[in-house]
């Protein structure tokens, strides 16, 4: 299964999140992050993908975990995958633009959910909470909508 990485900058009441300029979820407001690469560790995946979407370096001691959640679609298993969230309050440099995210900050009651992914409603509230998020989300074949999902309480 594809092993994908997800990070959140926060701020005591905001939250960083970026536009996807191009490619898989385009349009949509979302974390910094993408694939694993092969012989990775998904920690450094996360740092780098945050480096090179947004601009800014987390120090590793200040990454921290907050859940991982597994997408399946229906009869397309080849791109079912598995996401690892992170967040952190702490950063080296100012969020910009790249080639393949636009970053903007949203006051965390009034994040931008209907431009975001279908799933993002059930579980970021928790992260925002400090919960710990695992489960799973079972989409259709084109990802437009949830059949159905787990998610540990
Ligand atoms: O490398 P690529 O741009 O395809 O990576 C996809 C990014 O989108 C990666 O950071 C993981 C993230 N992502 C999904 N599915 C979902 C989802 O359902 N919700 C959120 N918030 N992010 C997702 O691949």
Same mark, same amino acid.
């Given at each position: 299964?594809?092993?994908?990485?997800?990070?959140?900058?926060?701020?005591?009441?905001?939250?960083?999140?970026?536009?996807?300029?191009?490619?898989?979820? *385009?349009?949509?407001?979302?974390?910094?992050?993408?694939?694993?690469?092969? &012989?990775?560790?998904?920690?450094?995946?996360?740092?780098? +993908?945050? *480096?090179? +979407?947004?601009?800014?370096?987390? /120090?590793?001691?200040?990454?921290?975990?907050?859940?991982?959640?597994?997408?399946?679609?229906?009869?397309? !298993?080849?791109?079912?995958?598995?996401?690892?969230?992170?967040? !952190? =309050?702490?950063?080296? &440099?100012? /969020?910009? *633009?790249?080639?393949?995210?636009?970053?903007?900050?949203?006051?965390?009651?009034?994040?931008?959910?209907?431009?975001?992914?279908?799933?993002?409603?059930?579980?970021?509230?928790?992260?925002?909470?400090?919960?710990?998020?695992?489960? !799973?989300? $079972?989409?259709?074949?084109?990802? =437009?909508?949830?059949?159905? $999902? *787990?998610?540990? =309480?």
């Amino acid at each position: 299964m594809r092993i994908v990485t997800l990070c959140f900058l926060l701020t005591g009441t905001h939250i960083c999140l970026a536009k996807k300029k191009i490619g898989f979820g *385009e349009g949509k407001y979302n974390g910094a992050g993408g694939k694993v690469e092969q &012989g990775e560790e998904i920690d450094d995946a996360a740092i780098r +993908e945050v *480096e090179e +979407e947004i601009g800014v370096r987390i /120090p590793k001691e200040k990454l921290e975990k907050v859940g991982v959640l597994t997408f399946y679609f229906d009869k397309a !298993s080849d791109i079912n995958q598995c996401m690892h969230i992170y967040k !952190s =309050s702490v950063w080296e &440099g100012d /969020p910009c *633009e790249s080639d393949e995210m636009c970053p903007e900050w949203f006051h965390q009651n009034d994040i931008p959910l209907d431009n975001m992914w279908l799933d993002d409603k059930y579980w970021i509230p928790k992260m925002l909470n400090n919960e710990w998020v695992e489960g !799973s989300f $079972y989409f259709n074949v084109d990802g =437009s909508e949830i059949l159905k $999902y *787990e998610l540990l =309480s």
